[in-house]
Protein backbone atom coordinates (compact mmCIF):
# COMPACT_ATOMS: atom_id res chain seq x y z
CA UNK A 1 0.00 0.00 0.00
CA UNK A 2 1.16 3.54 -1.02
CA UNK A 3 0.16 6.99 -0.26
CA UNK A 4 0.90 9.96 -2.20
CA UNK A 5 -0.80 13.35 -3.12
CA UNK A 6 0.53 12.58 -6.99
CA UNK A 7 -2.26 13.34 -9.86
CA UNK A 8 -5.32 15.25 -10.47
CA UNK A 9 -9.07 13.35 -10.32
CA UNK A 10 -12.09 14.41 -12.24
CA UNK A 11 -14.07 13.37 -9.54
CA UNK A 12 -15.40 15.61 -6.98
CA UNK A 13 -12.47 15.04 -4.94
CA UNK A 14 -9.36 17.93 -4.21
CA UNK A 15 -6.86 17.08 -6.44
CA UNK A 16 -4.41 17.40 -3.65
CA UNK A 17 -6.15 14.68 -1.43
CA UNK A 18 -3.90 11.51 -1.15
CA UNK A 19 -4.10 8.64 -3.26
CA UNK A 20 -4.34 5.09 -1.83
CA UNK A 21 -2.66 2.13 -4.27
CA UNK A 22 -3.29 -1.35 -3.60
CA UNK A 23 -1.72 -3.93 -5.36
CA UNK A 24 -0.98 -7.61 -4.47
CA UNK A 25 2.34 -9.28 -5.73
CA UNK A 26 1.82 -10.73 -9.18
CA UNK A 27 -1.26 -8.83 -10.02
CA UNK A 28 -1.27 -6.98 -13.14
CA UNK A 29 -4.03 -4.71 -11.73
CA UNK A 30 -3.86 -1.66 -9.40
CA UNK A 31 -6.27 -0.12 -7.85
CA UNK A 32 -6.36 3.54 -6.66
CA UNK A 33 -8.50 4.68 -4.07
CA UNK A 34 -8.73 8.66 -3.70
CA UNK A 35 -9.79 10.04 0.02
CA UNK A 36 -12.03 12.84 -0.15
CA UNK A 37 -11.26 15.59 2.58
CA UNK A 38 -12.62 18.64 3.75
CA UNK A 39 -11.29 22.16 2.47
CA UNK A 40 -13.58 23.02 6.07
CA UNK A 41 -13.45 20.95 9.12
CA UNK A 42 -16.30 18.94 11.04
CA UNK A 43 -16.61 18.02 13.99
CA UNK A 44 -14.72 20.70 15.69
CA UNK A 45 -15.52 21.61 19.75
CA UNK A 46 -16.01 19.92 23.00
CA UNK A 47 -17.97 16.86 22.42
CA UNK A 48 -18.79 17.59 18.79
CA UNK A 49 -20.21 14.20 17.47
CA UNK A 50 -20.07 12.65 20.41
CA UNK A 51 -21.08 8.78 19.93
CA UNK A 52 -21.67 9.66 16.33
CA UNK A 53 -20.54 8.08 12.48
CA UNK A 54 -18.61 10.63 11.08
CA UNK A 55 -19.00 9.76 8.04
CA UNK A 56 -22.56 10.72 8.34
CA UNK A 57 -21.34 14.63 8.02
CA UNK A 58 -20.79 16.99 5.85
CA UNK A 59 -17.69 19.33 5.48
CA UNK A 60 -18.27 22.59 8.00
CA UNK A 61 -20.80 20.71 9.70
CA UNK A 62 -21.19 20.25 13.46
CA UNK A 63 -18.73 23.18 14.90
CA UNK A 64 -19.16 24.27 18.50
CA UNK A 65 -19.15 22.73 22.06
CA UNK A 66 -21.77 19.56 21.78
CA UNK A 67 -22.70 20.52 18.15
CA UNK A 68 -24.36 16.81 16.92
CA UNK A 69 -23.35 15.22 19.90
CA UNK A 70 -25.59 11.82 19.48
CA UNK A 71 -26.96 12.26 16.45
CA UNK A 72 -28.28 8.69 14.66
CA UNK A 73 -29.76 10.51 11.27
CA UNK A 74 -28.72 9.61 8.03
CA UNK A 75 -26.84 12.82 6.75
CA UNK A 76 -26.11 16.54 7.91
CA UNK A 77 -25.08 18.36 4.63
CA UNK A 78 -22.57 20.61 4.18
CA UNK A 79 -21.65 24.04 6.61
CA UNK A 80 -25.25 22.79 9.38
CA UNK A 81 -24.85 22.72 12.70
CA UNK A 82 -22.32 25.16 13.31
CA UNK A 83 -23.20 26.81 16.43
CA UNK A 84 -22.79 25.34 19.58
CA UNK A 85 -25.76 22.89 21.35
CA UNK A 86 -27.08 22.74 17.52
CA UNK A 87 -28.37 19.56 16.33
CA UNK A 88 -27.64 16.93 19.37
CA UNK A 89 -29.74 14.07 19.52
CA UNK A 90 -31.81 14.63 16.77
CA UNK A 91 -32.55 11.82 13.99
CA UNK A 92 -33.35 13.83 11.03
CA UNK A 93 -31.63 13.72 7.57
CA UNK A 94 -30.50 17.59 7.69
CA UNK A 95 -29.55 19.57 4.37
CA UNK A 96 -27.07 21.95 3.89
CA UNK A 97 -26.87 25.18 5.45
CA UNK A 98 -29.47 24.39 8.27
CA UNK A 99 -29.73 24.53 11.50
CA UNK A 100 -27.08 27.37 12.31
CA UNK A 101 -28.55 28.27 15.97
CA UNK A 102 -28.33 27.61 19.20
CA UNK A 103 -30.35 24.63 20.00
CA UNK A 104 -31.69 24.49 16.54
CA UNK A 105 -32.97 21.05 15.38
CA UNK A 106 -31.94 19.35 19.16
CA UNK A 107 -34.03 15.64 18.71
CA UNK A 108 -35.32 17.20 15.29
CA UNK A 109 -36.72 13.94 13.41
CA UNK A 110 -37.72 13.72 9.79
CA UNK A 111 -36.42 16.19 7.38
CA UNK A 112 -34.88 19.18 7.26
CA UNK A 113 -34.40 21.03 3.35
CA UNK A 114 -31.05 23.02 2.76
CA UNK A 115 -31.15 26.77 4.65
CA UNK A 116 -33.95 25.99 7.29
CA UNK A 117 -33.81 25.92 11.05
CA UNK A 118 -31.54 28.88 11.23
CA UNK A 119 -33.23 30.42 14.28
CA UNK A 120 -32.60 29.95 18.22
CA UNK A 121 -34.39 27.06 18.80
CA UNK A 122 -35.86 26.62 15.40
CA UNK A 123 -37.16 22.75 15.05
CA UNK A 124 -36.18 21.74 18.42
CA UNK A 125 -38.33 18.79 19.62
CA UNK A 126 -38.13 20.34 23.05
CA UNK A 127 -39.71 23.24 24.52
CA UNK A 128 -37.22 26.07 25.16
CA UNK A 129 -38.31 29.51 26.95
CA UNK A 130 -38.52 32.22 24.91
CA UNK A 131 -36.32 35.18 24.84
Known amino acids: ITLSNEGGSSHDTPSNAPVITLSNEGESE ?3 IKLA ?3 DPKCVGFWACYGID ?3 VGCGSCIGDMACSGYTGDSIGEKSCTVADSCPDAT ?3 GKNSCNAHHACTEATG ?3 SKQCNSKYECAV ?3 PSE
Open 30 to 32: INE
Open 111 to 113: YIG
Open 92 to 94: ATI
Open 37 to 39: ECE
Open 54 to 56: QSK
Open 126 to 128: EHF
